[in-house]
């Protein structure tokens, strides 16, 4: 089986041998792959349209899960339909690749492609498409305030450090969720809305979340708790797992979600803020073919 596909390639990978040495053995095996590296921003969505008015209907992003995002909202921009998406996880986290269980080396990654890609669902925030995980509060602050060194050093731990440091800091938001049958209000400091697992390289927010199931996971963290255990709960994945940390967040599935907030929140989709005081959130199921591994722990 040939493919016919085109490599979105961020900017910072340009020189990856790896990557150049991957590209050539696939050409070689018969199959047709395109490349374009990405400078600016802006970039991902014009290569995109590039691809598909080529003809082109399956894309690579080859970066993390900026780039995944930013392509993914092209994709569901142009209107087409039958499009696929494969993943080459070149990123610092990789979090939806990490989850959905796609190999980190690059020939392995490409491979995906030769099997067939499956239907999987894509979340609308107002005028926003993310494939991974949305993200506010306090949780979102340290993930984009932990040094790229500290979590070198100390991988998932560098982020409860960093959220000790700067406990004098916590400040709740505040926010009231409904869909109709699902209701919360209150101050939280951590919320998760998420398609994928995890999010801010291993935070697993959403531990249970499908691609495929039509449904968004949501994971609030009410700020009406010990304030200590509440950071460890949201950073510390031992704290996740001991039996007197379970229930700390609230959670539901819900395939629509509105979010409203007294002052502007800022909303994190995989790297990407958005500020509002009023969020509409959608599931668009079997939007969007991804080629995962068949054993992938993100198809229901």
Not at 98 to 124: F, H, N, Q, W
Not at 184 to 197: I, P, S, V
């Amino acid at each position: 089986m040939t493919t016919r596909s085109l490599l979105v390639l961020h900017g910072k990978q340009a020189a990856n041998e790896e990557v150049r040495h991957a590209v050539m053995d696939w050409r070689d095996k018969g199959h047709e792959l395109e490349v374009r590296v990405t400078w600016e921003a802006g970039d991902a969505e014009r290569y995109v349209r590039e691809a598909l008015d080529l003809g082109f209907d399956t894309l690579i992003a080859g970066g993390g899960d900026g780039s995944v995002r930013d392509i993914v909202h092209a994709m569901m921009a142009s209107d087409r339909d039958n499009l696929s998406l494969a993943i080459q996880p070149l990123g610092t986290a990789n979090d939806f690749a990490t989850a959905a269980g796609i190999p980190d080396t690059i020939p392995e990654a490409l491979s995906l492609l030769e099997s067939p890609a499956k239907p999987s669902d894509v979340i609308r925030v107002n005028d926003h498409y993310f494939l991974n995980m949305a993200t506010g509060g306090f949780g979102t602050e340290v993930t984009t305030q932990t040094s790229e060194d500290l979590k070198s050093m100390l991988g998932g731990a560098a982020y409860l450090l960093t959220g000790l440091t700067r406990f004098s800091e916590i400040q709740a938001a505040e926010g009231f969720f409904s869909n109709g049958e699902f209701e919360w209000q209150g101050e939280f400091l951590a919320l998760g809305l998420g398609n994928g697992r995890q999010a801010g390289g291993g935070q697993r927010l959403c531990p249970d979340a499908l691609v495929n199931d039509g449904l968004l996971d949501v994971a609030i963290l009410p700020a009406q708790m010990d304030l200590l255990a509440g950071v460890k709960e949201l950073f510390d994945s031992e704290a996740r797992q001991a039996p007197d940390q379970e229930g700390l967040f609230v959670r539901s599935r819900v395939s629509s979600l509105s979010i409203k907030t007294p002052s502007p929140m800022n909303l994190n989709l995989d790297g990407e803020p958005i500020q509002s005081t009023k969020f509409d959130i959608a599931v668009v199921p079997d939007r969007l073919r991804l080629h995962l591994p068949s054993d992938s722990p993100l198809l229901g």
